[in-house]
C-alpha cells in the first residue's frame, strides 16, 4: 500500500479536533480563522482527465487543482512558521504533506460517506457565522474570499466536509476521552527544563499551556492512527 512520509512543523494548539484534523489532512487555519480546507467535492469529479488528476483514492480521482490549492495554503502555513519555503528540503516536505492531505481528506469523506455522516444547512450556517465573526464581518470576509480566488458556497462547501469529518472521527475514535494528568505534564516540564534551564518559566505559569499541548499531541496520535488504518484497507494510487 503506497505511504508518504509526513512531518509536520511544530505548533500551538488549543487541542480543538478542528485543527488535529486540519494538520492530519494538512490544511491549516489562518490568524484570521478562515484558513481552511482545500476544495474538493468528497465524491470526485468523474470528468477530471488523467492530466489534471493527482491521485486516486479506491477509484475516485484527487484532482491537480485540489493538491495545488492545499500546497498554497501549505506554504503560507510553513512561512508564518518562519520556515524557508524555496529551499529544497522544505519544498519537496509540503509537496508531499499536501498530497497526503489531499488523498487523507478524500478518503475520510468516502468513509463517512459510508456511515450516513451528515451535516445540515443549519449546522454549516452556525459554522459560517463563526467564522464571520472571527475575521471582523461579512465584508472582511468577502475581500478575503475574493483574493484567494474562492466564493462563499465554496467556503461553506468546506465547512460542510469539516463538520462531517469532525463527526466521523468523533464516532470511531476515542478522541474524546482523552486527557492529561499531572504527573504527565510535570514529566514534561521536567525534560523540557533540563534541556532549557534558562527558557523556561515556572511550572504553574505553564501549567495549562503544557495540559493543551500534551492532549494536542495525544489526539493528534489518535487521528493519524485512525487514519493509517483506513489507508491501509484503502486503494489509492499516486498519479504524480
Do not use: C, H, W
Request: hydrophobic share 40%.
Amino acid at each position: 500500500m503506497e505511504e508518504i512520509l509526513t512531518t509536520e512543523p511544530k505548533q500551538k494548539s488549543s487541542g480543538f479536533l478542528k485543527l488535529v484534523i486540519g494538520l492530519i489532512l494538512l490544511a491549516a487555519i489562518s490568524a484570521g480563522a478562515y484558513y481552511y480546507y482545500q476544495n474538493s467535492q468528497g465524491g470526485g469529479d468523474t470528468n477530471i482527465t488523467a492530466e489534471e488528476a493527482v491521485a486516486k483514492v479506491n477509484g475516485v480521482v484527487v484532482s491537480r487543482r485540489d493538491y495545488e490549492q492545499s500546497l498554497e495554503e501549505l506554504t503560507t502555513a510553513f512561512s508564518q512558521q518562519g520556515l524557508d519555503v524555496a529551499d529544497a528540503t522544505v519544498k519537496a516536505q509540503m509537496e508531499e504533506q499536501a498530497l497526503r492531505g489531499a488523498v487523507n481528506k478524500e478518503l475520510l469523506l468516502q468513509e463517512a460517506a459510508k456511515e450516513n455522516v451528515t451535516a445540515s444547512d443549519e449546522d454549516v450556517e452556525s459554522e459560517y457565522q463563526k467564522v464571520v465573526a472571527s475575521v471582523g464581518g461579512v465584508e472582511v470576509l468577502a475581500v478575503a474570499l475574493s483574493s484567494m480566488g474562492r466564493s462563499e458556497a465554496e467556503l461553506r462547501e468546506d465547512l460542510k466536509e469539516q463538520l462531517i469529518i469532525d463527526r466521523f472521527v468523533k464516532a470511531k475514535t476515542k478522541y474524546e476521552e482523552l486527557s492529561v494528568s499531572d504527573e504527565e505534564i510535570a514529566t514534561y516540564y521536567q525534560e523540557a527544563s533540563t534541556a532549557n534551564p534558562d527558557e523556561i518559566p515556572p511550572l504553574e505559569e505553564v501549567k495549562e499551556a503544557l495540559r493543551s499541548e500534551l492532549l494536542f499531541q495525544k489526539q493528534q496520535q489518535v487521528v493519524s492512527e485512525f487514519i493509517d488504518t483506513l489507508r491501509a484497507s484503502a486503494t489509492i494510487e499516486i498519479l504524480l
